[in-house]
Nanobody, 126 residues
Framework: QLQLVESGGGLVQPGESLRLSCAAS????????IGWFRQAPGKEREGVAC????????TYADSVKGRFTISRDSAKNTEYLEMNSLKPEDTAVYYC???????????????????WGLGTQVTVSS
């Protein structure tokens, strides 16, 4: 059974950076499509970024394109979300998620994912 644990959240000022980690256990992340999602208070959980199983195909939400980067370290069985130029509207609980799926595909739809971490809080405020 795949288990996911997020870390790296915190309180930062606008314009600063954070790197979130999603550590996997129980299975190999290379077998899964990985997505990062976020949920702000009173809002729906939304997809931020995803990465395919093998060839590193990525998709980003328009709101984070050019600022966030998703990556995979297979040796560490860990996914990362590098977040730069953070804005107050990026404040949310961030979740990583996983699903076994086709090789050259990823999705930013929460309905497509089977495994979820418990989340890590990111707060951007001056």
């Amino acid at each position: 059974q795949l288990q996911l644990v997020e870390s790296g959240g915190g309180l930062v000022q606008p314009g600063e950076s954070l790197r979130l980690s999603c550590a996997a256990s129980g299975s190999t992340l290379d077998d899964y499509i990985i997505g990062w999602f976020r949920q702000a208070p009173g809002k729906e959980r939304e997809g931020v970024a995803c990465i395919s199983r093998s060839d590193g195909i990525t998709t980003y939400a328009d709101s984070v394109k050019g600022r966030f980067t998703i990556s995979r370290d297979s040796a560490k069985n860990t996914e990362y979300l590098e977040m730069n130029s953070l804005k107050p509207e990026d404040t949310a609980v961030y979740y990583c998620a996983a699903v076994m799926g086709p090789m050259h595909y990823c999705s930013n739809s929460k309905a497509d994912y089977d495994y979820w971490g418990l989340g890590t809080q990111v707060t951007v405020s001056s």
